[in-house]
């Protein structure tokens, strides 16, 4: 019993030594955490689609300096100037520049162009890419332009169901694709009496049909000669020579409703480079020139370093527009660095006119001889029998 009390006495002590419980507190509101602000800006992330307002993210018509905060590692601008035949800035986007974008910083997108490969950009639906066949393009989009009133470069083509992609070609492959504001719609245009005939698949040397006259005709080139059939291929009507030739294509003559043969030809050294364009119809079994030999751009070494490539590495893709009084040329600009395409611009055009009356080549049937014979004309004017 004694013990008991004890024990009872000792806790009745520890329990007047206890500090008393603090007083109830009012409820703690739940705790804020704070966000770093956002910039609100979702970047789409490749493969791209390119279509014909543009390619994923960047856009035709879009303003330059609001796609710049689209970069996801910051603008790489650059000026593109050479006097007569570009003036843009041309920006590079994607991992490796696999993106070319042009236009003024001020103004608005005015093409972009891909230079990367299946992981960068693919068309829509049909995934074509640079790397594809020119067979596997076609199959996609569609036969290329060949409008009567329009001509370009071999290298250049236009699928007929995107008509403002340029595909520039290389070893039978895509070497790039540039959506311009450019559509290339057909044009209402007078008609023509005579019908471009039918060409033989995969001719060699190249083949290309013509209404040089209202019969129609087959013209073929074979470097720097420019031979002219009849219809079937069996008859030789004439033959030009055309020094230094880069390309010949026939075009539609608005006034007179039939073709001309325009070529353009490139002479070039270690420090200069020129394209000109010179046009000729034909006249019974005479060429006659419809436009004079004229230079239409020209750069130099030193005019290509400032936008940092070398003479050697700039090409020069032209296509061809008939006007009533002249031929509009304008094109695409590339520059290489190795085998690859590194840096497209759309180039300035230029406006040429036509001769008010035909000029002969020669000073009898030496621009040509009629029923195969094997006559030839240089295109300076000097007969070759």
Same mark, same amino acid.
């Given at each position: 019993?004694?013990?008991?009390?004890?024990?009872?006495?000792?806790?009745?002590?520890?329990?007047?030594?206890?500090?008393?419980?603090?007083?109830?507190?009012?409820?703690?509101?739940?705790?804020?955490?704070?966000?770093?602000?956002?910039?609100?800006?979702?970047?789409?992330?490749?493969?791209?689609?390119?279509?014909?307002?543009?390619?994923?993210?960047?856009?035709?018509?879009?303003?330059?300096?609001?796609?710049?905060?689209?970069?996801?590692?910051?603008?790489?601008?650059?000026?593109?100037?050479?006097?007569?035949?570009?003036?843009?800035?041309?920006?590079?986007?994607?991992?490796?520049?696999?993106?070319?974008?042009?236009?003024?910083?001020?103004?608005?997108?005015?093409?972009?162009?891909?230079?990367?490969? /299946?992981?960068?950009?693919?068309?829509?639906?049909?995934?074509?890419?640079?790397?594809?066949?020119?067979?596997?393009?076609?199959?996609?989009?569609?036969?290329?332009?060949?409008?009567?009133?329009?001509?370009?470069?071999? *290298?250049?083509?236009?699928?007929?169901?995107?008509?403002?992609?340029?595909?520039?070609?290389?070893?039978?492959?895509?070497?790039?694709?540039?959506?311009?504001?450019?559509?290339?719609?057909?044009?209402?245009?007078?008609?023509?009496?005579?019908?471009?005939?039918?060409?033989? /698949?995969?001719?060699?040397?190249?083949?290309?049909?013509?209404?040089?006259?209202?019969?129609?005709?087959?013209?073929?080139?074979?470097?720097?000669?420019?031979?002219?059939?009849?219809?079937?291929?069996?008859?030789?009507?004439?033959?030009?020579?055309?020094?230094?030739?880069?390309?010949?294509?026939?075009?539609?003559?608005?006034?007179?409703? *039939?073709?001309?043969?325009?070529?353009?030809?490139?002479?070039?050294?270690?420090?200069?480079?020129?394209?000109?364009?010179?046009?000729?119809?034909?006249?019974?079994? *005479?060429?006659?020139?419809?436009?004079?030999?004229?230079?239409?751009?020209?750069? &130099?070494?030193?005019?290509?370093?400032?936008?940092?490539?070398?003479?050697?590495?700039?090409?020069?893709?032209?296509?061809?527009?008939?006007? &009533?009084?002249?031929?509009?040329?304008?094109?695409?600009?590339?520059?290489? /660095?190795?085998?690859?395409?590194?840096?497209?611009?759309?180039?300035?055009?230029?406006?040429?006119?036509?001769?008010?009356?035909?000029?002969?080549?020669?000073?009898?049937?030496?621009?040509?001889?009629?029923?195969?014979?094997?006559?030839?004309?240089?295109?300076?004017?000097?007969?070759?029998?």
């Amino acid at each position: 019993m004694k013990s008991l009390l004890v024990v009872a006495l000792f806790a009745s002590a520890c329990d007047r030594d206890r500090p008393a419980p603090p007083p109830p507190r009012d409820p703690q509101p739940p705790r804020r955490i704070i966000e770093p602000p956002t910039t609100g800006i979702v970047r789409q992330l490749p493969p791209h689609a390119i279509r014909s307002d543009g390619v994923g993210p960047y856009k035709l018509g879009d303003k330059v300096a609001g796609l710049l905060q689209q970069l996801p590692s910051g603008p790489r601008i650059m000026r593109f100037e050479i006097p007569g035949v570009v003036r843009t800035s041309v920006v590079r986007a994607e991992e490796d520049d696999a993106i070319v974008i042009g236009g003024e910083t001020a103004s608005n997108v005015t093409f972009v162009a891909v230079v990367g490969g /299946s992981e960068i950009a693919r068309t829509e639906k049909s995934n074509v890419h640079v790397g594809s066949s020119v067979a596997e393009l076609e199959q996609a989009l569609g036969p290329f332009v060949d409008d009567p009133d329009r001509a370009r470069d071999p *290298r250049l083509l236009i699928p007929s169901q995107q008509r403002n992609l340029r595909v520039v070609i290389a070893d039978d492959r895509i070497a790039t694709i540039a959506v311009t504001s450019d559509a290339t719609n057909p044009r209402t245009i007078p008609e023509s009496a005579c019908v471009r005939p039918a060409v033989p /698949s995969e001719s060699k040397p190249r083949k290309f049909p013509a209404c040089l006259t209202q019969a129609g005709e087959l013209v073929e080139v074979d470097g720097d000669e420019v031979v002219v059939r009849s219809a079937n291929g069996e008859t030789r009507i004439a033959t030009l020579r055309i020094p230094n030739l880069v390309f010949a294509e026939p075009l539609r003559h608005l006034g007179e409703g *039939r073709d001309e043969i325009v070529a353009i030809t490139s002479v070039e050294d270690t420090q200069e480079r020129r394209w000109s364009i010179v046009a000729y119809r034909l006249e019974g079994t *005479r060429f006659v020139r419809s436009l004079d030999s004229e230079v239409i751009y020209e750069m &130099t070494n030193a005019r290509t370093r400032w936008i940092g490539a070398e003479l050697r590495d700039v090409q020069l893709y032209l296509e061809l527009t008939s006007q &009533t009084d002249g031929i509009e040329v304008g094109g695409l600009l590339t520059t290489q /660095s190795g085998s690859k395409i590194r840096d497209v611009a759309v180039i300035s055009p230029v406006r040429v006119g036509r001769k008010s009356g035909g000029k002969s080549m020669g000073g009898d049937a030496s621009s040509g001889i009629s029923s195969g014979s094997g006559g030839r004309a240089d295109a300076g004017g000097s007969a070759n029998p």
